[in-house]
């Protein structure tokens, strides 16, 4: 069965220092969105790609957070520098673009990536 | 401003008893997803409910959606241990998921 791959799962890091986390989404899935969902909480976007153009990032704090997707394919999720408020849970998800068959925008997400910043 | 609110956010249940959970949301969807999350794990996805008075069942829980109210629910039938864990609706106003906090829900002996 098809999934969404992240790495790493899991990551610690000193305030200050910078991290960056890697998404794979499903094979033909052209949207792709990164959320945060910190400890008690439900996820929150941070940015939503459509192939590799970025269509929301009204969320990303985009002093220190940035984000790409150069082929289309897979993402990178970088932050520089890590604040002790970062620590939190970063899910990447997929779904096929908007439009295309009855479960359009169903997000398939994948295991996340756990950050710790000490 | 968009809310998603979740009643309660705490569920301690006993063995073998009903339960419903409240998803209540402030502008409209297209559609309401329910995803059910582990700790420390990723989403599951559990239901999607595309139309006013959509009802779908798997199992032990039972979703249903009115889009007038703007209200779903999550019916948790003759509760067993393997159902704890926080679940979570979602509506998709803009395309991208706005969740509610989640119901944190211990099924206890």
């Known amino acids: 069965e098809a999934e969404v791959a992240q790495s790493p799962r899991y990551k610690i890091t000193e305030k200050s220092q910078a991290v960056a986390f890697w998404c794979d989404p499903i094979?033909?899935?052209?949207?792709l969105y990164w959320y945060r969902q910190i400890l008690g909480q439900g996820p929150e976007l941070l940015v939503q790609?459509?192939?590799?153009?970025?269509?929301?990032d009204s969320q990303l704090p985009k002093d220190r957070f940035s984000a790409e997707r150069l082929k289309g394919v897979d993402s990178t999720l970088k932050i520089q520098p890590a604040e002790l408020g970062d620590s939190a849970m970063y899910l990447c998800?997929?779904?096929?673009?908007?439009?295309?068959?009855?479960?359009?925008?169903?997000?398939?997400f994948g295991p996340g990536t756990r950050l710790t910043v000490l | 401003e968009l809310k998603v609110e979740q009643n309660p956010l705490f569920l301690s249940m006993q063995e073998g008893k009903n339960y419903t959970i409240y998803c209540n949301y402030s502008?409209?969807?297209?559609?309401l997803y329910w995803y059910r999350q582990d700790p420390g794990k990723s989403l599951e996805s559990l239901f999607v409910?595309?139309?006013?008075?959509a009802v779908k069942q798997e199992g032990r829980l039972m979703a249903s959606l009115d889009t007038k109210a703007r209200l779903s629910t999550l019916h948790i039938t003759a509760a067993v241990h393997d159902l704890s864990a926080t679940y979570f609706c979602?509506?998709?106003?803009?395309?991208?998921?706005?969740f509610g906090k989640g119901t944190k829900l211990s099924v206890k002996p």
């Open positions: 998800a997929s779904s096929l673009s908007p439009g295309q068959g009855a479960g359009r925008n169903e997000q398939f």
């Open positions: 502008t409209t969807s297209d559609r």
């Open positions: 979602a509506v998709t106003p803009l395309g991208n998921l706005i």
């Open positions: 094979s033909g899935h052209a949207t």
């Open positions: 790609f459509q192939d590799e153009s970025v269509v929301d």
């Open positions: 409910l595309l139309s006013n008075g």
